[in-house]
Nanobody, 121 residues
Framework: VQLQASGGGMVQAGGSLRLSCAAS????????MAWFRQAPGKEREFVAA????????NYADFVKGRFTISRDNAKNTVYLQMNSLNAEDTAAYYC???????????????WGQGTLVTVSS
């Protein structure tokens, strides 16, 4: 499987960005999709996950109410809409695909290349 993430960039605090991740090589709708992020000097951390149909979502506490994960199975794409960004959201954001409903990065077996989000205060 290949995952191609895009949409990162530089934004001012309070702004918004929408990340996309296009998948190929698997039947996309058969898999759980997630977003993780990794800031410099920190471990990769869970951001959000979405179920196969898109009917269930799970968010890290620090993004609840600000970020929204969604998917379009017809386009083999998962999205992360990020609003009210702050400097602590600065990180490389990675999409991931897996079979288990989990916040653990080890449960996901393929990753995108990462897209950098920089929030200036």
């Amino acid at each position: 499987v290949q995952l191609q993430a895009s949409g990162g960039g530089m934004v001012q605090a309070g702004g918004s960005l929408r990340l996309s991740c296009a998948a190929s090589g698997r039947t996309f709708s058969n898999y759980i999709m997630a977003w993780f992020r990794q800031a410099p000097g920190k471990e990769r951390e869970f951001v959000a996950a979405i179920s196969r149909s898109g009917g269930n979502t799970n968010y890290a506490d620090f993004v609840k109410g600000r970020f929204t994960i969604s998917r379009d199975n017809a386009k083999n794409t998962v999205y992360l809409q990020m609003n009210s960004l702050n400097a602590e959201d600065t990180a490389a954001y990675y999409c991931a695909i897996g079979s288990n409903w989990s916040r653990g990065p080890g449960q996901y077996d393929a990753w995108g290349q990462g897209t950098l989000v920089t929030v200036s205060s």
